[in-house]
């Protein structure tokens, strides 16, 4: 039997749309001629009636899908012309088809303030694969000193970044900006210093890549932490029902990546006005800008959750962090394995929004990665990795 290689857990699910090979009854020339003019009805369908399904949209480029016509946001009003322009650039990135590259790359691009502790680890996820990963390094207090050969040299220039506030956003665009040079990158991941992979690097390699949406979190949060940050300097361009929430770590398609270089308009509106302690209120560009964005230009095309697992269970101002003792087998297999990613209000209702996570229109395990893990847990991620990665 012959297949096309998918990530280790859900093989059966590739299996089943290739059908073992049996052996043919036809001479050869007539069993190829039924097989080309198989492939070639299939296209004319396609060409003919765009794939209208969220299984085929994810399948196939968003460009034979519905992009604009069936967006959730719609203006309550005339569009500016800066709106009419930037809405042009954005449809035309994405009616343009992707870079066909005969070596697709992922793109794990480390956001730190100094040293990566974790770098032995992702030295192993790593190995072995070294045609189709790039890293880029943005270290915004002290350049680190690499012990991995995958991190030596990878260091982008850098520039002072303040939690809470736009140099934060500014400095995802300086990776994004050098990650793109390279034709090659066709997944853009967005990592701190306190971020393991929970997966070995071909089921991270095949989750990513046999998908056509970008893992962008993005929810409404009437509260307090949510629209209550909103502020009406935004106008018109940015509206309060359009406002969302989300965490900032991301896995993003080419395609995306280039409409958020391309964005200026967006970016000024929340540069200017999301703010800490701006009119009493405190608002972090980090949280709001991009999935505002997408809300706005390509609410289909991103997944609406993070392949990057957090714990907010104990309701603080910052996530669990792990320590040594946390880290065990079973707090990671639980870990992979949780396939709906949740998300709680801050109003006084505290309500629980589940969002089941769909790869490709089936539901799978969420989680690629995780944070926040101490550097004190880094002897026992490496004891542990082949066997929690084993899938």
Request: with cysteine; charged share 20%.
């Amino acid at each position: 039997m012959k297949t096309v290689r998918a990530w280790h857990l859900g093989i059966r699910d590739i299996i089943i749309m290739f059908g073992s090979r049996q052996r043919s009854h036809l001479k050869r020339p007539t069993w190829i001629i039924g097989l080309v003019s198989m492939v070639s009805i299939f296209l004319i369908g396609a060409f003919v009636y765009p794939p209208r399904s969220s299984v085929a949209c994810y399948l196939f480029s968003s460009s034979g899908c519905p992009v604009f016509e069936q967006h959730s946001y719609v203006p309550s009003r005339e569009l500016t012309d800066d709106e009419t322009a930037a809405r042009v650039v954005f449809r035309e990135i994405l009616k343009t088809p992707p870079i066909q590259s005969k070596n697709p790359k992922i793109a794990f691009m480390f956001l730190t303030p100094g040293p990566l502790p974790f770098e032995k680890l992702w030295d192993k996820f790593f190995r072995g694969h070294e045609d189709r990963f790039s890293v880029y390094v943005h270290s915004s207090k002290e350049k680190p000193v690499h012990v991995s050969p995958y991190f030596a040299g990878r260091d982008i220039r850098s520039d002072k970044v303040v939690w809470g506030k736009i140099s934060m956003v500014d400095a995802e665009k300086r990776l994004l900006a050098h990650a793109l040079i390279d034709p090659d990158n066709q997944q853009f991941v967005l990592l701190s210093d306190s971020c393991v992979p929970l997966h070995n690097f071909e089921y991270v390699y095949n989750y990513l890549m046999f998908t056509n949406v970008s893992f962008i979190d993005c929810f409404t949060d009437p509260g307090p932490h949510g629209t209550g940050r909103y502020s009406e300097h935004m106008l018109p361009e940015v509206e309060k029902k359009a406002f969302r929430k989300a965490s900032q770590w991301f896995s993003m398609k080419r395609q995306h990546a280039i409409m958020v270089m391309a964005d200026s308009l967006y970016y000024t509106k929340f540069r200017l006005y999301c703010k800490p302690n701006m009119d009493g209120r405190n608002c972090y560009a980090d949280e709001h800008y991009l999935p505002t964005l997408f809300n706005m230009i390509d609410p289909s095309g991103i997944a609406n959750w993070s392949v990057t697992h957090v714990d907010w269970s104990e309701g603080k101002w910052h996530p669990k962090a792990y320590r040594a003792q946390d880290v065990t087998y079973e707090l990671l297999k639980n870990i992979t394995s949780l396939d709906e990613s949740i998300h709680v209000t801050s109003d006084a209702k505290k309500t629980v929004m589940v969002t089941p996570c769909l790869w490709n229109g089936m539901k799978r395990p969420c989680f690629l990665f995780g944070r926040k893990f101490y550097p004190e847990t880094l002897d026992k991620l490496l004891h542990l990795f082949s066997n929690y990665t084993t899938v």
